[in-house]
């Protein structure tokens, strides 16, 4: 499966951002989809991810209650509805795939997108 991600941008603090991931392929309903961030100097950390089916949802604690995964398989996209964005939210963001059950380990994810830039500012 190919990711290609969008939708991030230049925010202020507070502000919301969605992104989206959109797969090619006709299996995307077959795979457990992910958020991942990355800042500057730091290692790649989960945000959240959503199963297959959409029924179970993980979040990283930092953005629980402000963040909002969510995924569309007729349309083969998932997004993150991003809230009440903070500068320390400031990151490559990248959707990635994985089979099996849902989990929350970055090396366990078998397919990433490219990464969009969130930039949050004060």
């Known amino acids: 499966v190919q990711l290609q991600a969008s939708g991030g941008g230049l925010v202020q603090a507070g502000g919301s951002l969605r992104l989206s991931c959109a797969a090619s392929?006709?299996?995307?309903?077959?795979?457990?989809m992910g958020w991942f961030r990355q800042a500057p100097g730091k290692e790649r950390e989960f945000v959240a991810a959503?199963?297959?089916?959409?029924?179970?949802?993980e979040y990283v604690d930092s953005v629980k209650g402000r963040f909002t995964i969510s995924r569309d398989n007729a349309k083969n996209t998932v997004y993150l509805q991003m809230n009440s964005l903070k500068p320390e939210d400031t990151a490559v963001y990248y959707c990635?795939?994985?089979?099996?059950?849902?989990?929350?380990?970055?090396?366990?994810?078998?397919?990433w997108g490219q990464g969009t830039l969130v930039t949050v500012s004060s």
């Open positions: 990635a795939a994985k089979v099996g059950v849902i989990n929350t380990r970055r090396p366990d994810y078998d397919y």
């Open positions: 392929g006709r299996t995307f309903s077959s795979y457990n």
């Open positions: 959503i199963s297959r089916g959409g029924g179970r949802t």
